[in-house]
């Protein structure tokens, strides 16, 4: 949309969704809709309520459009999706605890995120007061004479996120693992709620640590998509590298802890350092080691000085000599590969019903990245290779975490090349005319953010939707631990690595 | 006077033992830290950790019972009684006139079992998962254990492991069977021990652990006696094999105390050997899956069926 164009738009009557528009349906539209995500024709990217209204995000199939359709449920009610379709599960079970939307047809009507200890029923839209207990929960049966359980958690032994893990184990072997979450629930979405715009972008860099640049990012151009904001070129080249940066640390972690989660602590030992120097280099070159709030709607809140640029190239470098060593580390290690390889398999026709994105879902051969599929800027104009792998076992996600931290670095070496000059900010303010919508979706480590939000005439965010990915890679973990043994699901859980912050809200 | 003698000698290798065997655990810590690019803690680290164990309140859970309470002495007392069985710088100890090798693998057998019913006891998940594994590892260790006993006794004509050493030490000669029993009493005590690939001694992830397993719920002075006793078990191992396969400069009972000094310098050397070695696998290697640990041991067993064997057939030719 250009000058011109703006000055003729006339107030739309109904907020629409940029860059995606936003369709009402009725129920018989809903409800075919979620027949065709149950087929496999579309692929569901988020579900979520509002006080009278849900919506739901899908993947259009062989484009790259997302299609965001609406259903009013003035009665509140709304026909389940998770009934037909088991990945909506979860997130309609957090419609129902926040909004008390009831998802009629649903295949469990349990809470999910509310344990009964807020002292309120769905708390974002209606709240009724109640005496703050514990609500009994009810784990799905198992039944046989040799069947025993093993709860495990919330609090770990370990300095780890709190998340319950019920076993239902035959001996060492798990005949089903049940999550529960909901422990690190914050009230994002109240928070989100009348919050200014700057507000926002803080609570949303906080919705998971680890993934701070890719939620202040998709944050941001989902603000930049409702106001049609043009960011300067040299701030897009500076968020993706941060974002770069923010998985080549990850990854490195994430490779290492694997490894010391099967007594391997040397690997843990060589990838915290390449961890550690790039978190430092952050910190010299953006004023934080994970780079917490230095993208803001509209650019970013810090430039690159031309010393630290070097640094980082020297960096690059570095890292490139040493991930070979890694990969060899890896590898040749043959008591290590022994346990990685056939471990928690996940298959690729479930990676496809769960539309599972990031190192889950390319490692069982889907292998959507929103760099490509989506395109955001400045990806299309950068040359870089997706890794994938069909294997869907814990060596998989690891070669393919390999396989992105190889890209990652080919990212970061053009970045530093090719970024232009210029300003890093763009002037905007939010016009104080209608409502707006935004949507974006962006490639975290874990996988593609789901952000969607309203802001009001005002300037504050009447409604912000944030969907971490691992609301489709928990399911996948019960199924992949599925007739493993119990003392390999610390491997399979770190192989994953889900966000327990991100998906509790 | 001799017997005052042998008594201070045996007291002595005792405190030596008890001393020794917390600053042995505290010496692997820092080498394996040291390989991994770490500063590590210092080496009496350990001794700090059982000092302030035993100055902390024990927590019990409410249905503990009087087994519960009792099995850290029982597991201590057995541990230390085995440890100071086992040579460390001079043979013919005394209480070796009254328990042989098979007593100090009763003993720990006995402690083990104790260990396990501990664990079960509160009946927490893990305490349980700890003990099933650890009674799937033992079950194949003890007989494994047995085996090696057998070659090492058939060598030297006895079971006391006082003569056994001093036998060793007077024949030092390259002998097939006793290769073989050396490599299978490894694996035995890197089963025994709980170290890597068999079990984790530093892992947090509850799922996975098996001796850390059983002893979760302990804590204060009772988690202070075990973690002695499972410091005094590996250095009963490491001093086990040092005297039976590594004689090197062990003192005779009735030697002068230079050759006391020079077997305590001697023995010195050996657990330092014997801790780098540890660690420098340890770092090496990963952990294997809990059901690939039957075949590993099952590894040890026939070694040790094999030594027996091989030392039979040698015999009768």
Same mark, same amino acid.
């Given at each position: 949309?250009? /000058?011109?164009?703006?000055?003729?738009?006339?107030?739309?009557?109904?907020?629409?969704?940029? %860059?995606?528009?936003?369709?009402?349906?009725?129920?018989?539209?809903?409800?075919?809709?979620?027949?065709?995500?149950?087929?496999?024709?579309?692929?569901?990217?988020?579900?979520?309520?509002?006080?009278?209204?849900? =919506?739901?995000?899908?993947?259009?199939?062989?484009?790259?459009?997302?299609?965001?359709?609406?259903?009013?449920?003035?009665?509140?009610? /709304?026909?389940?999706?998770?009934?037909?379709?088991?990945?909506?599960?979860?997130?309609?079970? !957090?419609?129902?605890?926040?909004?008390?939307?009831? %998802?009629?047809?649903?295949?469990?009507?349990?809470?999910?995120?509310?344990?009964?200890?807020?002292?309120?029923?769905?708390?974002?839209?209606?709240?009724?007061?109640?005496?703050?207990?514990?609500? #009994?929960?009810?784990?799905? %049966?198992?039944?046989?004479?040799?069947? =025993?359980?093993?709860?495990?958690?919330?609090?770990?032994?370990?300095?780890?996120?709190?998340?319950?893990?019920?076993?239902?184990?035959?001996?060492?072997?798990?005949?089903?693992?049940?999550?529960?979450?909901?422990?690190?629930?914050?009230?994002?979405?109240?928070?989100?709620?009348?919050?200014?715009?700057?507000?926002?972008?803080?609570?949303?860099?906080?919705?998971?640590?680890?993934?701070?640049?890719?939620?202040?990012? !998709?944050?941001?151009?989902?603000?930049?998509?409702?106001?049609?904001?043009?960011?300067?070129?040299?701030?897009?080249?500076?968020?993706?590298?941060?974002?770069?940066?923010?998985?080549?640390?990850?990854?490195?972690?994430?490779?290492?802890?694997?490894?010391?989660?099967?007594?391997?602590?040397?690997?843990?030992?060589?990838?915290?350092?390449?961890?550690?120097?790039?978190?430092?280099?952050? !910190?010299?070159?953006?004023?934080?080691?994970?780079?917490?709030?230095?993208?803001?709607?509209?650019?970013?809140?810090?430039?690159?000085?031309?010393?630290?640029?070097?640094?980082?190239?020297?960096?690059?470098?570095?890292?490139?000599?040493?991930?070979?060593?890694?990969?060899?580390?890896?590898?040749?290690?043959?008591?290590?590969?022994?346990?990685?390889?056939?471990?928690?398999?996940?298959?690729?026709?479930?990676?496809?019903?769960?539309?599972?994105?990031?190192?889950?879902?390319?490692?069982?051969?889907?292998?959507?990245?929103?760099?490509?599929?989506?395109?955001?800027?400045?990806?299309?104009?950068?040359?870089?290779?997706?890794?994938?792998?069909?294997?869907?076992?814990?060596?998989?996600?690891?070669?393919?975490?390999?396989?992105?931290?190889?890209?990652?670095?080919?990212?970061?070496?053009?970045?530093?090349?090719?970024?232009?000059?210029?300003?890093?900010?763009?002037?905007?303010?939010? #016009?104080?005319?209608?409502?707006?919508?935004?949507?974006?979706?962006?490639?975290?480590?874990?996988?593609?953010?789901?952000?969607?939000?309203?802001?009001?005439?005002?300037?504050?965010?009447?409604?912000?939707?944030?969907?971490?990915?691992?609301?489709?890679?928990?399911?996948?973990?019960?199924?992949?631990?599925?007739?493993?043994?119990?003392?390999?699901?610390?491997?399979?859980?770190?192989?994953?690595?889900?966000?327990?912050?991100?998906?509790?809200? | 006077?001799?017997? @005052?003698?042998?008594?201070?000698?045996?007291?002595?290798?005792? @405190?030596?033992?008890?001393?020794?065997?917390?600053?042995?655990?505290?010496?692997?810590?820092?080498?394996?830290?040291?390989?991994?690019?770490?500063?590590?803690?210092?080496?009496?680290?350990?001794?700090?950790?059982?000092?302030?164990?035993?100055?902390?309140?024990?927590?019990?859970?409410?249905?503990?019972?009087?087994?519960?309470?009792?099995?850290?002495?029982?597991?201590?007392?057995?541990?230390?009684?085995?440890?100071? @069985?086992?040579?460390?710088?001079?043979?013919?100890?005394?209480?070796?006139?009254?328990?042989?090798?098979?007593?100090?693998?009763?003993?720990?057998?006995?402690?083990?079992?104790?260990?396990?019913?501990?664990?079960?006891?509160?009946?927490?998940?893990?305490?349980?998962?700890?003990?099933?594994?650890?009674?799937?590892?033992?079950?194949?260790?003890?007989?494994?254990?047995?085996?090696?006993?057998?070659?090492?006794?058939?060598?030297?004509?006895?079971?006391?492991?006082?003569?056994?050493?001093?036998?060793?030490?007077?024949?030092?000669?390259?002998?097939?069977?006793?290769?073989?029993?050396?490599?299978?009493?490894?694996?035995?005590?890197?089963?025994?021990?709980?170290?890597?690939?068999?079990?984790?001694?530093?892992?947090?992830?509850?799922?996975?652990?098996?001796?850390?397993?059983?002893? @979760?719920?302990?804590?204060?002075?009772?988690?202070?006696?075990?973690?002695?006793?499972?410091?005094?078990?590996?250095?009963?191992?490491?001093?086990?094999?040092?005297?039976?396969?590594?004689?090197?400069?062990?003192?005779?009972?009735?030697?002068?105390?230079?050759?006391?000094?020079?077997?305590?310098?001697?023995?010195?050397?050996?657990?330092?050997?014997?801790?780098?070695?540890?660690?420098?696998?340890?770092?090496?290697?990963?952990?294997?899956?809990?059901?690939?640990?039957?075949?590993?041991?099952?590894?040890?067993?026939?070694?040790?069926?094999?030594?027996?064997?091989?030392?039979?057939?040698?015999?009768?030719?």
């Amino acid at each position: 949309m250009n /000058f011109a164009s703006k000055q003729t738009a006339a107030r739309p009557s109904q907020p629409t969704c940029l %860059p995606w528009p936003r369709e009402l349906v009725d129920e018989g539209g809903w409800l075919a809709l979620a027949a065709s995500l149950a087929k496999g024709e579309r692929e569901l990217l988020s579900l979520w309520g509002e006080s009278s209204s849900v =919506h739901m995000a899908m993947l259009e199939p062989r484009e790259p459009r997302l299609r965001i359709v609406t259903l009013e449920c003035p009665e509140g009610a /709304f026909p389940s999706v998770g009934g037909v379709h088991p990945p909506a599960s979860r997130l309609e079970r !957090a419609i129902h605890d926040l909004y008390g939307l009831r %998802p009629e047809g649903a295949s469990d009507a349990r809470r999910w995120l509310d344990h009964g200890r807020w002292g309120l029923r769905h708390p974002c839209s209606a709240p009724e007061k109640i005496e703050s207990t514990c609500d #009994p929960y009810a784990f799905l %049966p198992t039944e046989g004479e040799p069947l =025993h359980q093993i709860p495990v958690g919330p609090v770990h032994a370990g300095i780890i996120e709190p998340g319950h893990f019920r076993f239902s184990a035959n001996g060492e072997t798990v005949v089903r693992l049940e999550e529960r979450l909901g422990f690190v629930h914050k009230g994002i979405d109240q928070l989100m709620c009348g919050a200014s715009i700057e507000r926002a972008a803080r609570i949303a860099a906080r919705v998971s640590g680890d993934s701070t640049v890719a939620y202040s990012l !998709a944050f941001a151009q989902a603000v930049e998509a409702a106001f049609d904001v043009d960011v300067p070129p040299r701030a897009i080249y500076l968020r993706a590298l941060m974002a770069e940066l923010e998985r080549l640390a990850n990854h490195f972690g994430d490779i290492g802890a694997i490894c010391n989660d099967a007594a391997f602590a040397l690997m843990q030992a060589q990838c915290n350092l390449v961890r550690e120097r790039i978190l430092r280099e952050a !910190a010299s070159a953006f004023g934080h080691r994970l780079m917490m709030d230095r993208i803001t709607p509209g650019g970013t809140t810090v430039d690159l000085k031309q010393e630290n640029a070097a640094a980082l190239l020297a960096m690059v470098e570095w890292i490139e000599l040493m991930t070979p060593r890694l990969i060899a580390l890896f590898g040749d290690t043959t008591s290590l590969q022994d346990r990685t390889v056939g471990t928690g398999f996940v298959s690729e026709a479930l990676a496809r019903q769960y539309a599972c994105g990031g190192y889950v879902g390319r490692a069982s051969g889907r292998t959507f990245d929103a760099r490509k599929a989506i395109g955001y800027a400045p990806y299309p104009r950068l040359t870089f290779e997706v890794g994938a792998s069909k294997e869907g076992d814990v060596d998989a996600r690891v070669w393919v975490r390999f396989d992105e931290v190889k890209a990652s670095l080919q990212i970061v070496r053009q970045i530093l090349d090719d970024a232009p000059e210029g300003p890093i900010i763009a002037a905007w303010a939010p #016009p104080d005319d209608w409502t707006r919508e935004g949507a974006a979706l962006v490639e975290g480590f874990r996988g593609d953010i789901f952000v969607w939000l309203r802001i009001r005439a005002d300037g504050v965010v009447q409604r912000c939707h944030l969907r971490d990915p691992s609301w489709f890679q928990w399911p996948l973990l019960e199924a992949a631990i599925k007739d493993n043994i119990v003392a390999d699901f610390p491997l399979c859980n770190k192989s994953f690595n889900c966000s327990y912050s991100g998906h509790d809200l | 006077m001799t017997f @005052l003698f042998d008594l201070v000698a045996q007291g002595a290798q005792m @405190l030596l033992a008890l001393a020794l065997s917390p600053l042995l655990i505290g010496l692997i810590r820092k080498l394996k830290a040291r390989l991994l690019r770490r500063k590590g803690p210092p080496i009496i680290q350990p001794w700090r950790d059982l000092i302030r164990l035993l100055r902390k309140e024990v927590v019990l859970a409410d249905n503990a019972s009087w087994l519960y309470r009792s099995a850290p002495y029982l597991i201590f007392a057995m541990t230390w009684v085995a440890a100071s @069985l086992v040579p460390t710088f001079a043979t013919g100890l005394m209480f070796s006139w009254s328990a042989d090798l098979i007593a100090i693998i009763a003993l720990l057998g006995s402690a083990r079992f104790f260990l396990a019913l501990a664990g079960m006891d509160i009946g927490t998940s893990f305490g349980g998962i700890g003990s099933s594994r650890e009674a799937m590892f033992g079950s194949l260790a003890e007989p494994a254990t047995i085996m090696i006993v057998f070659t090492v006794s058939f060598v030297a004509g006895t079971t006391q492991l006082s003569e056994i050493a001093a036998y060793m030490a007077g024949n030092l000669e390259l002998r097939a069977s006793v290769g073989m029993a050396l490599v299978g009493l490894l694996i035995v005590a890197i089963a025994e021990n709980g170290r890597v690939p068999v079990d984790n001694p530093a892992t947090h992830l509850e799922l996975t652990m098996v001796h850390e397993a059983m002893v @979760l719920e302990y804590s204060g002075r009772y988690l202070a006696l075990i973690e002695l006793a499972s410091a005094l078990k590996l250095l009963l191992y490491v001093s086990l094999i040092a005297c039976v396969f590594f004689p090197v400069g062990l003192a005779r009972h009735d030697a002068r105390l230079e050759a006391m000094a020079i077997g305590l310098g001697a023995y010195l050397l050996k657990l330092a050997i014997g801790g780098f070695l540890l660690a420098l696998f340890e770092t090496s290697t990963a952990k294997m899956r809990v059901f690939r640990v039957p075949d590993f041991l099952g590894a040890g067993l026939m070694l040790g069926l094999l030594a027996t064997l091989l030392v039979f057939v040698t015999r009768s030719l």
